[in-house]
């Protein structure tokens, strides 16, 4: 797993979870910079998938290789289904949904990391 990608989508996510919150915080619905900021996101996501899967292709393999592969497409969908969800619901819950979506990126990409990782070593 490149270590630069996981560190970048972990930052943006937490970025956009702040935001995202001072909006709550504001009774304020998403607007388009929530949904700019949850498409950057995506392609760093997206970016993360496509070198994870260059490396196992290349040989190196994860330590659980169903989990790591369900954890993958969970967190590819991650962000789109908060931008749909969000428009869906144009009050502050909206901006609640991405708010909580954007703190479970940073778990899924850290036991990602962990499942990638050989057990022991």
């Not at 996510?13 to 009774?27: C, E, G, P, Q, Y």
């Not at 392609?43 to 196992?56: C, F, M, N, R």
């Not at 590819?76 to 909580?100: K, Q």
């Amino acid at each position: 797993m490149n270590d630069y990608l996981v560190t970048l989508t972990i930052v943006l996510s937490l970025v956009l979870a702040v935001w995202s919150l001072v909006t709550t915080m504001r009774n304020r619905p998403p607007d388009r910079s929530h949904l700019a900021g949850l498409a950057v996101l995506e392609l760093a996501l997206l970016a993360l998938a496509v070198t994870a899967i260059a490396t196992w292709i290349g040989g190196e393999q994860p330590a659980e290789a169903g989990t790591f592969a369900g954890y993958l497409v969970t967190l590819i969908c991650l962000p789109p289904l908060a931008g749909v969800l969000a428009r869906m619901e144009p009050t502050r819950w909206g901006s609640v949904i991405v708010t909580v979506v954007c703190l479970v990126v940073p778990v899924v990409v850290i036991r990602l990391q962990q499942t990638w990782q050989i057990p022991g070593a």
